[in-house]
């Protein structure tokens, strides 16, 4: 047992010499545990082990501070840049681009855990977060709006084509950015520029019946020539 108590300090000083705290933390637990329960040490052995337990756990929590710090500094890091595109997101062109990089930033706080985090840093990147998506909802509004112009040259099939990818994203954004005013100005915008695009579907639906009668009118036709 006492071979195992050491073995555990030994692979705990050497996880926290690496820095590798995840490592670390459960085997100085485990460590801990078993000098509790371990009986007929000598008062030497006791005092030696003990100070090696406390050392370890006074790095542990000396690592955890620096790192809680370095979180810190990157959550800050995260805030600036995301408020940084803001400017970008007043680019369509390149709004559409930000997206993407915008659910890798976010994915890239919810790593960092509860280490380094502060209610205060939270919304300042929430609402960094929130506003760029808001452009974005907006920016498809207008790419519908524009839609909804007339234009003897558009393909209804092209139209409907774009109007449902743009349904399906701002499907697909969830709650980012959502207001009841985008969705109304949005969903009624998609209606309108649908509408020349339903004309066109309904007149080749009746087409392609027109021409399903013909057909059987011929081959009737054909049939009865042949009779």
Request: a negative charge; proline letters at 2%.
């Amino acid at each position: 047992v006492v071979h195992q108590l050491k073995q555990l300090l030994q692979d705990s000083e050497e996880a926290l010499e690496r820095g590798e705290l995840k490592v670390a933390i459960p085997l100085e637990q485990e460590a801990h545990q078993l000098f509790e329960n371990i009986h007929g040490l000598s008062t030497s052995q006791a005092k030696t082990l003990e100070r090696r337990l406390r050392t370890c756990r006074t790095k542990i929590g000396e690592l955890r501070g620096w790192q809680s710090w370095g979180n810190k500094l990157e959550r800050e890091r995260l805030c600036e840049q995301v408020e940084n595109w803001l400017e970008s997101s007043e680019d369509n062109h390149k709004l559409k681009e930000l997206i993407p990089h915008l659910e890798a930033i976010q994915t890239a706080w919810k790593r960092l855990g509860s280490s380094g985090y502060s209610r205060e840093l939270w919304e300042r990147f929430n609402r960094a977060c929130q506003t760029n998506y808001h452009h974005y909802r907006e920016y498809l509004c207008t790419q519908m709006e524009a839609l909804c112009e007339p234009n003897e040259e558009a393909n209804p099939e092209e139209v409907a084509k774009q109007i449902r990818h743009a349904q399906t994203t701002w499907k697909n954004l969830g709650s980012q950015g959502h207001s009841q005013q985008l969705w109304e100005r949005f969903n009624q915008a998609c209606q309108i520029a649908y509408e020349p695009c339903r004309d066109y579907f309904s007149l080749k639906s009746q087409q392609r019946e027109q021409n399903f009668f013909q057909k059987q009118t011929l081959i009737e036709r054909i049939e009865t020539f042949k009779n």
